[in-house]
C-alpha cells in the first residue's frame, strides 16, 4: 500500500510539474505553422475568424503590419488584470504601427457581454471573436491570456502565456526590432 501510494504521489508530482511547464511564459520555442508547432522565428499559423461586429477577419490580412495578438474572455481574472498594460502598449507603439487585437473565446451569444466588458475596461483595439478556441488550436494556446507578436512578414516574434506584466523588456525589446526602431 505505501508502494501505491508513493506512486500516485509521484504521478501527481509529475502531473504538476508538466502542467507548470505547459502554462510559464514561452519567449521562444515550439515549432512551425506546418508541422503542428508554434515557434518563434517560424511563420504565425494562418488565422481567421470573425470581428465582434460579425465582419470575417484574418492574419493575413494583417500582413505588413506588426500585429500583438491577445487571446483572452471576459471571466479571465489575469487578464483583466493585463488589460491596462495592453492599453499602455497600443498607446505607446500605434503610431508606429502596432496592430493590437484581442481574440475573445467567450462562448457564442456572449457578444453584448463582451461589449459591455469592452465599455467598462476601455478597450478601444479590434475584438475578433472566436467561441470555437480556434485561436487555441492553432496557435497551441493552453490557457488564457496568451499573447503573439507578430512581424509585417507574418513571422511570429515572441509569445507568452499568462498576462503581460507591466514594462516587460523582452516584449518591449521584441516590439522594437518588430517595429524597426
Known sequence: MRAMSRSRSGIWVGAGIVALACTSSDKSSEGDAQSGKVEVGAPAPSYQTTSLDGDSVSLAAQRGKVVLLNVWATWCHPCRDEIPE????HAKYAARGLE???VSVDA?????????FMKDFEMAYPIWRDPDERVSTQFLV???PATF??????VLRWRKTGPIAPNDTSLSAALERALGS
Open 149 to 154: 507578436l507578430i512581424d509585417r512578414e507574418g
Open 108 to 116: 457564442n451569444g456572449s457578444d453584448e457581454a463582451i461589449r459591455s
Open 142 to 144: 493552453l490557457g488564457v
Open 100 to 102: 493590437l487585437i484581442g
Open 86 to 89: 495592453l492599453r499602455a502598449i
